[in-house]
């Protein structure tokens, strides 16, 4: 049974750092690419950040890029999201998720396989 389990989420001030983890288990994840999403209250799931199977491409949404940084262990089955410089705006349920090599190509959540249930991360002072 494939499980996506995040971890590192909680209340941080305007311009800390707080660094998210997600375990993958179930299956080998070397030949996926896996991706964070975030989902604010009232407001549809988005893309923020995605690595390539391969490990060595990274792409990022233009609200996070530069603050965030995507990394990967273990062949993909774990999974980082390094979170710098936060802002209110970046409040939201974080997802993990995994989807099949070429998912790393697009934003959208219907690219995704498999999901985690996700994190919370509350910016605020």
């Known amino acids: 049974q494939v499980q996506l389990v995040e971890s590192g989420g909680g209340l941080v001030q305007p311009g800390g750092s707080l660094r998210l983890s997600c375990a993958a288990s179930?299956?080998?994840?070397?030949?996926?690419?896996m991706a964070w999403f975030r989902q604010a209250p009232g407001k549809e799931r988005e893309f923020v950040a995605a690595?390539?199977?391969?490990?060595?491409?990274?792409r990022y949404a233009n609200s996070v890029n530069g603050r965030f940084t995507i990394s990967s262990a273990n062949a993909r089955n774990t999974v980082f999201l390094q979170m710098n410089s936060l802002k209110p705006e970046d409040t939201a349920v974080y997802y993990c998720?995994?989807?099949?090599?070429?998912?790393?190509?697009?934003?959208?959540?219907?690219?995704?396989?498999?999901w985690g249930q996700g994190t919370q991360v509350t910016v605020s002072s």
């Open positions: 998720a995994a989807g099949a090599t070429g998912s790393y190509y697009y934003t959208s959540v219907r690219r995704y396989d498999y």
């Open positions: 179930g299956r080998s994840f070397g030949s996926y690419a």
């Open positions: 690595i390539h199977s391969s490990g060595d491409r990274l």
